[in-house]
């Protein structure tokens, strides 16, 4: 049973309409307590950074924080509001806008070993040596628009929610600028070991984000009972369906989710993600663990979206004069006492500050090591660290842009998880495949956009709605009153081309020499050695002898070790995890 919690709004608090206005001041003393105390434990982090390696890819953390990295990485406010806001138009099958990755866990435990085998600082580095400095280049462009993307959504989410959690008190356009210059300050003091170090306290508060509004709106509601009864009594009993017959069916789903593998590798901060620990395993038990953390925080974005639903029903306001952006920053208004609601919005800056850190350096590192450094070869370290926090503030000020520009942040969302597959195809062709070529990079790159143009195209849609099959595979769906391509089916389409494309063009341009290619293979099957000091990216360190693996196919040109039984046992673990994961949350809301 959910507790009866009190939701009456603080007596310092002129109730309009039921409705608290305003900020208490307790909850300001708990923002500003928030802001200033992670600002400056960043800025003290910053003290061990002496050269950009420090700055870029420290590689000295444990589990623990490791855990907290990648889930502080991961989790953002944005997506609370993207969960919530999909919840309200779709119902529980919402949750799948952030439980597409969900899918894509168990692979976190064989791709971070990868990651951090290639004593590499930034994902660039990774296609230098296995296609050419070009690839390089292009990942690097593709990296920092896809790294550009994510702050301006972050950013969009956590303006919609300041705006909605204060009332319009605080301006969005206001709070996401301060929010940049906190955590730019301690970004560009203390680099990737600031954002790691800050995420494990910044974590903690996105769990108290994610859980603390839950209690209230189902209290308020009468549980999820009173919620149900509430919905199906309006009509909306096709509302608790977890795979949706309309936008959010089973196809849907999976072609997302085969999106998402592919593209995972496309992130650049997947690096850090991986690679920033101690050992592989550290690498291994973050990336997953930290993760599976997030989609349990999901489960509870999306009860209390559907919450929200029954509430603004019982109400009596329609579903469909609401805003969806703005539900979940409305409930924290509606229900939080002050002091709590204060610590909500702490918690909501903690989870955007601890994802745009880690997105911002990554993207810097980008620009710094793999543009700039080539251009500019005999500088100082000091002069490359300073070059990436330059490039750090561009970058985020180029994401601040695209923030004001997105019209909502689900639209965002979708924008951003187009970008990471366009270069992850590359990656998994290079690394299963002998015969993938740097021409055969550039050609899966470019169709791949160049279909996705294509697939969004009115005119393309009307073709594809004439064909005499179309309606019977469903090939386009009508939204806004305009005809456009079902999103699983263009994700078919532009993911299918692109691998063909690189396949084709690889067959018919000349091979990567073989010498690269061992150099390359031999990384992906050397184990990290206690004490390996990493002087130059994408090299075994002296002393460090490469591991002959035991294949399990070399056939035509394949790539295929066999896998170890600690990478066997942690992908099924898994897969039980995602299993129960997906099962329990069927049974909570039956």
């Not at 305003?22 to 434990?41: E, F, N, P, Q, S």
């Not at 550290?282 to 999306?302: D, H, P, S």
């Not at 979708?414 to 270069?423: F, S």
Request: charged share 15%.
């Amino acid at each position: 049973m959910i507790p009866n919690l009190s939701v009456a709004p603080p007596d310092s608090i002129v109730p309009i309409f039921g409705v608290a206005q305003g900020i208490h001041w307790l909850d300001a003393v708990v923002i500003v307590c928030y802001l200033l105390g992670i600002t400056l434990l960043g800025v003290y982090t910053g003290k061990q950074v002496k050269k950009s390696a420090d700055f870029f890819m420290p590689r000295r953390f444990g589990k623990a924080m490791m855990i907290m990295h990648a889930f502080g990485t991961g989790t953002a406010s944005d997506q609370a509001v993207t969960v919530a806001s999909a919840t309200v138009r779709n119902g529980l099958s919402g949750i799948w806008f952030q439980w597409l990755w969900l899918l894509v866990t168990p692979f976190y435990w064989i791709i971070a070993p990868i990651m951090r085998r290639f004593r590499a600082t930034t994902t660039a580095d990774v296609y230098q040596l296995r296609y050419d400095r070009s690839v390089s280049l292009l990942f690097a462009l593709v990296g920092i628009i896809s790294m550009v993307a994510k702050i301006g959504l972050l950013l969009k989410g956590t303006g919609a929610l300041i705006d909605a959690g204060t009332g319009g008190v605080v301006d969005a356009d206001v709070a996401i600028v301060v929010v940049t210059i906190l955590f730019l300050i301690y970004g560009l003091a203390g680099g990737l070991g600031a954002a790691i170090v800050t995420d494990f306290i910044q974590g903690v508060l996105t769990l108290l984000f994610s859980f603390m509004l839950l209690p209230y709106v189902l209290s308020a509601v009468g549980g999820l009972s009173g919620a149900r009864s509430t919905l199906d009594a309006a009509g909306f009993e096709d509302k608790w369906s977890l795979v949706a017959p309309g936008e959010i069916g089973l196809f849907w789903i999976i072609m997302l989710s085969i999106q998402t593998v592919i593209g995972i590798v496309g992130i650049p901060s997947a690096m850090g993600n991986a690679a920033a620990g101690k050992t592989e395993m550290e690498g291994r038990l973050g990336y997953m663990t930290g993760t599976f953390i997030k989609r349990v925080c999901t489960a509870a974005w999306c009860l209390t979206g559907i919450g929200a639903m029954a509430w603004y029903l019982q109400q009596g306001v329609s579903i469909e004069t609401l805003d969806p952006d703005s539900v979940y920053g409305d409930m924290a208004r509606q229900f939080l006492p002050a002091g709590l609601l204060g610590v909500f919005i702490a918690s909501l800056l903690a989870g955007i500050m601890s994802s745009c850190d880690s997105f911002m350096i990554s993207a810097a590192a980008l620009f710094t090591e793999n543009v700039y450094r080539p251009l500019r070869k005999n500088e100082s370290a000091a002069h490359y660290l300073w070059m990436g926090r330059a490039a750090a503030i561009l970058i985020v000020a180029a994401g601040m842009i695209f923030a004001f520009w997105l019209s909502g942040v689900v639209a965002g969302l979708m924008i951003w998880l187009k970008i990471l597959p366009m270069m992850g195809v590359a990656f998994w062709l290079g690394l299963f495949w002998r015969r993938a070529t740097p021409i055969g990079a550039w050609a899966s790159t470019l169709t791949g956009f160049a279909t996705w143009w294509l697939g969004e195209r009115v005119f393309f849609a009307e073709w594809l709605n004439g064909l005499p099959f179309a309606e019977a595979l469903r090939l386009t769906a009508e939204k806004g009153g305009q005809v456009e391509m079902y999103e699983p089916w263009l994700i078919l389409f532009y993911l299918t081309a692109a691998i063909v494309i690189g396949v084709v063009v690889s067959l018919f341009t000349p091979k990567v020499p073989d010498e690269r290619l061992d150099r390359y293979y031999a990384l992906t099957r050397t184990p990290i050695q206690d004490g390996e000091v990493i002087e130059t990216p994408c090299e075994l360190p002296a002393g460090v002898e490469p591991v002959q693996r035991k294949m399990l196919t070399t056939a035509m040109g394949l790539e295929i070790p066999m896998p170890s039984k600690m990478s066997v046992a942690g992908f099924a673990a898994g897969w039980v995890g995602v299993l129960g994961l997906i099962g329990g949350f069927i049974w909570i809301v039956s």
